[in-house]
T-cell receptor, first 110, second 114 residues
Framework: GEDVEQSLFLSVREGDSSVINCTYTDSSSTYLYWYKQEPGAGLQLLTYIFSNMDMKQDQRLTVLLNKKDKHLSLRIADTQTGDSAIYFC??????????FGQGTELSVKP | DAGVIQSPRHEVTEMGQEVTLRCKPISGHNSLFWYRQTMMRGLELLIYFNNNVPIDDSGMPEDRFSAKMPNASFSTLKIQPSEPRDSAVYFCASCGGASYNEQFFGPGTRLTVL
């Protein structure tokens, strides 16, 4: 079945770039997503990429997609303490339902 | 737009009691999703509706769980009887219209079953 894998933790210093990685198994995924969850809050859609693209940039966020290797990454430039949160990668499956990774907890140290 | 609205935000109940969670999707969205988030299992899709019709309920853990969508602006997720292992955060999400590929999540209902 479909599976999405992420590393669980990432720690960076304020001002550095953060790169969060994700691998997925479903080659028929049409869209791949990045969501952000702050403590006690719901999931906020950050950005998404269509499967026929290999890069998407949105302000400080850059998404890279390697469809051959089924690898997705999210780069956050100039990481700030307010970026500390859990980041979820997700792939869309049939009917639009999302399959989520376990989430990567990003810790930003001043 | 107010976004996806869920109620209650927190629910504490005793084992065996009936629990009803509510969701109002974003106006104009025709797809609605119920997810559950736990430390052990992460985010799991329970059921989703398209145009008020249940499309895939394969994620519903057992018969104690049921969901309805009587109209385009309201859905419920019911657990009867509730058990301690049902304790989790339950999220509702919706999509549709111009944002058909973007699921917007509600703030969630944190359920604790004692």
């Amino acid at each position: 079945g479909e599976d999405v894998e992420q590393s669980l933790f990432l720690s960076v210093r304020e001002g550095d770039s953060s790169v969060i990685n994700c691998t997925y198994t479903d080659s028929s995924s049409t869209y791949l997503y990045w969501y952000k969850q702050e403590p006690g809050a719901g999931l906020q859609l950050l950005t998404y990429i269509f499967s026929n693209m290999d890069m998407k940039q949105d302000q400080r966020l850059t998404v890279l997609l390697n469809k051959k290797d089924k690898h997705l990454s999210l780069r956050i430039a100039d990481t700030q303490t307010g970026d500390s949160a859990i980041y979820f990668c997700a792939e869309s499956s049939q009917g639009g339902k999302l399959i989520f990774g376990q989430g990567t907890e990003l810790s930003v140290k001043p | 737009d107010a976004g996806v609205i869920q109620s209650p935000r927190h629910e504490v109940t005793e084992m065996g009691q009936e629990v009803t969670l509510r969701c109002k999707p974003i106006s104009g969205h025709n797809s609605l999703f119920w997810y559950r988030q736990t430390m052990m299992r992460g985010l799991e899709l329970l059921i989703y509706f398209n145009n008020n019709v249940p499309i895939d309920d394969s994620g519903m853990p057992e018969d104690r769980f049921s969901a309805k969508m009587p109209n385009a602006s309201f859905s419920t997720l019911k657990i009867q009887p509730s058990e301690p292992r049902d304790s989790a955060v339950y999220f509702c999400a919706s999509c549709g219209g111009a944002s058909y590929n973007e699921q917007f999540f509600g703030p969630g209902t944190r359920l604790t079953v004692l």
